[in-house]
């Protein structure tokens, strides 16, 4: 039983293309992120909806835009992909509230923008 | 912004021995976390430390916070080759900011 699930795992496409990133969590918990790790493994949070509102929105072009059908699910669209784009994105959830028991990560799908 | 910092970068020991990866921080923390990256994997959460507590121990890790300092160690005991991974520490904040903010990670191998 995956925990965090992430589809796809790889991602290959050109620039100027559009792609999402969908991402499901089977734990119940209320808060999901998404976090975008470069190829120094430096990783960076994007979005962070609780319940799904949004209540983080990191300094990310608008390109990028989260969407919460429910609050098991949180999908990533990137619209006109560019060569920067290309990292590895990570889905996370957590309970609501003050962390007290870690994030849980799903696998990660790796972009890469041709 | 990046809040966490790690050190070493890089550490390479060999199996039997002890590892320790020290991260250092800048703002006032409502807890700490260390995470494990394996290669081409997701982040599995190890260990959390409050800002209350100074030392913490879960099987063969050990953590310790300075708030003071505003330091952490993890120290991994007896490491095996399957301890080879990204360490990462990450600091969740206080005054509501409902985000981890991870450092740079350190990198490490154990030779069998």
């Known amino acids: 039983d995956t925990a965090v699930s992430q589809t796809p795992k790889y991602l290959v496409t050109q620039m100027g293309n559009d792609k999402s990133i969908k991402c499901e969590q089977n734990?119940?918990?209320?808060?999901m992120y998404w976090y975008k790790q470069d190829s120094k493994k430096f990783l960076k949070i994007m979005f962070s909806?609780?319940?799904?509102?949004?209540?983080i929105n990191e300094t990310v072009p608008n390109r990028f835009s989260p969407k919460s059908p429910d609050k098991a699910h949180l999908n990533l669209h990137i619209n006109s992909l560019e060569l920067g784009d290309s990292a590895v994105y990570f889905c996370?959830?957590?309970?609501?509230?003050?962390?007290?028991?870690?994030?849980?990560f799903g696998s990660g799908t790796r972009l890469t923008v041709v | 912004s990046q809040q966490g910092e790690e050190d070493p970068q890089a550490l390479s020991i060999q199996e039997g021995e002890n590892a320790t990866m020290n991260c250092s921080y800048k703002?006032?923390?409502?807890?700490l976390q260390w995470y494990r990256q394996n290669s081409g994997r997701g982040l599995v959460h190890l260990i959390l430390?409050?800002?209350?507590?100074r030392e913490k121990h879960s099987g063969r890790l050990r953590v310790t916070l300075d708030t003071s300092k505003k330091s952490s160690s993890l120290l991994i005991t007896a490491s095996r080759a399957a301890d080879t991974a990204s360490y990462f520490c990450?600091?969740?904040?206080?005054?509501?900011?409902?985000?981890?903010?991870f450092g740079k990670g350190t990198k490490l191998t154990v030779n069998p």
């Open positions: 996370a959830s957590s309970q609501a509230g003050r962390v007290t028991y870690g994030y849980t």
């Open positions: 734990l119940g918990h209320d808060t």
């Open positions: 909806y609780n319940n799904k509102e949004l209540i």
């Open positions: 703002t006032s923390i409502n807890n």
């Open positions: 430390i409050r800002s209350n507590e």
């Open positions: 990450a600091t969740y904040g206080e005054g509501g900011s409902e985000k981890l903010v």
